[in-house]
Each structure stands twice: as C-alpha cells, then as structure tokens.
C-alpha cells in the first residue's frame, strides 16, 4: 500500500508561481509513474501532467504545457509539480496519484488507471 500526501498549495495572485510537494510512503515509489490531476468545483478530475518512473519522459496537458513542469526525486520519493503563470482557471484541489501498472513506464492521462491518492492541496489563484 502506497501513501501519498500532497503539500505546497495556497492563494496566489494571477502571474505567481507555486511548486507542489507529494510525499510517498510504502511501497516502491521508484517503480511507479506519477501523475498530478486537479478538480475544480462542479467539474470533473482532470489530468495535468504525468512522468515516468525514472523521470525520463512527462506529458502535460494542453492547458499547463509551457507553464507547469513535472519532476521527481526517486531517493526523496516525492514528485513536484512547478506551476508558473498561474491564472484564475488553474484554481482547483491538486492531487497527486501513482500508477504502478507497465513498471511505470507509461504515461496516461486518464484517472482510472492509477492506484493510489493523496487528499489533495487546494490552490487557489485570484485575478
């Protein structure tokens, strides 16, 4: 079983910059791809960004690409997300999710092919 805890989230005004922590426990984070989905309210968990197990290879969204940027640190066992440009629709609870399928060599974009959570950081980005 895999724990992860999401951190780094707050208020930041349109143009700030946030980075994203999340914290792994339990099973072998260096294994599994990582990904960071967002949901905003009334509106269903969309993907943002995604990276392989080694961190060789991210995919992003089209609404982040250029703006957010995805890493790893394997010996830390923590992914980050790097969010720069923010702007009021990037408001949303983050969340950080592993996916132990295919060694984590695979990026997918869809939620229902990862197998772990965390609870979320909210971030909210005022105009």
């Known amino acids: 079983q895999v724990q992860l805890v999401e951190s780094g989230g707050g208020l930041v005004q349109a143009g700030g910059s946030l980075r994203l922590s999340c914290g792994a426990s339990?099973?072998?984070?260096?294994?599994?791809?990582m990904g960071w989905f967002r949901q905003a309210p009334g509106k269903e968990r969309e993907f943002v960004a995604a990276i392989t197990s080694s961190g060789g290879r991210t995919y992003y969204a089209d609404s982040v690409k250029g703006r957010f940027a995805i890493s790893r640190d394997n010996a830390k066992k923590t992914v980050y997300l790097q969010m720069n440009t923010l702007k009021p629709e990037d408001t949303a609870v983050y969340y950080c999710?592993?996916?132990?399928?295919?060694?984590?060599?695979?990026?997918?974009?869809?939620?229902?092919?990862?197998?772990?959570w965390g609870q979320g950081t909210q971030v909210t980005v005022s105009s």
């Open positions: 339990g099973g072998t984070f260096s294994r599994y791809a």
């Open positions: 999710a592993a996916d132990q399928g295919f060694g984590g060599l695979l990026l997918r974009p869809s939620p229902n092919q990862y197998d772990y």
